[in-house]
């Protein structure tokens, strides 16, 4: 479908005029020399509508709300990813940290119930709140045991999104309490 039809299309279903800018035909030559025609008067609207500039431009600002406001939902719940009403608890090896936006994340060890060694990718909050709090990347080294209490992924197997680390060698702990972490430092 062409860009007009649509166009006349969805000011139809909107219930708005036909807004075109105004045109002014051309006659050709030959034919008798009356008044110009407007495009706007041809289609039926009334001229009104262009003294009204809030008309004109509702379907650009209305565009425009949906482009800018497509991006502030972009980030997301973390009950669409992870299971917040279930509490799982892993003892874990860091084998390396990711401090990235949006969300750092560690990768670990963590042996199952039957001696095999899985790998566990831990999430936590963004990373500026993280780095406000004093959380760096050298907070957690590879080789460090921690107990990491956290909500499941949904379709992921082997991820969690962290609440709680604790590292019992030096007592440090992170807590993710509501939409605010703390940490206990070194």
């Given at each position: ?127 500026r709140e993280l780095v406000e709090i004093g959380f760096t990347h050298q ?48």
């Amino acid at each position: 479908m062409r860009w007009p039809a649509l166009r006349r299309q969805l000011c139809r279903i909107i219930d708005w005029p036909m807004i075109d800018p105004p045109r002014t035909t051309r006659r050709p030559a030959h034919r008798s020399a009356g008044p110009r025609t407007l495009d706007h008067e041809r289609q039926g609207v009334s001229s009104a509508v262009y003294d009204r500039p809030m008309a004109r431009w509702m379907p650009a600002i209305i565009g425009a709300s949906w482009l800018v406001g497509v991006p502030l939902q972009a980030h997301h719940a973390i009950s669409t990813f992870y299971d917040t009403s279930r509490r799982v608890t892993i003892e874990a090896i860091v084998r390396e940290l990711h401090f990235v936006n949006p969300h750092p994340f560690a990768v670990s060890d963590v042996r199952s119930r039957d001696g095999v060694t899985e790998q566990w990718r831990l999430e936590m909050d963004n990373r500026r709140e993280l780095v406000e709090i004093g959380f760096t990347h050298q907070t957690l080294r590879p080789g460090d045991t921690i107990v990491v209490a956290g909500s499941p992924a949904r379709h992921e197997a082997r991820s969690l999104y962290v609440r709680r680390i604790d590292r019992p060698s030096d007592g440090f702990w992170y807590e993710q309490v509501g939409t605010t972490p703390r940490i206990r430092p070194q």
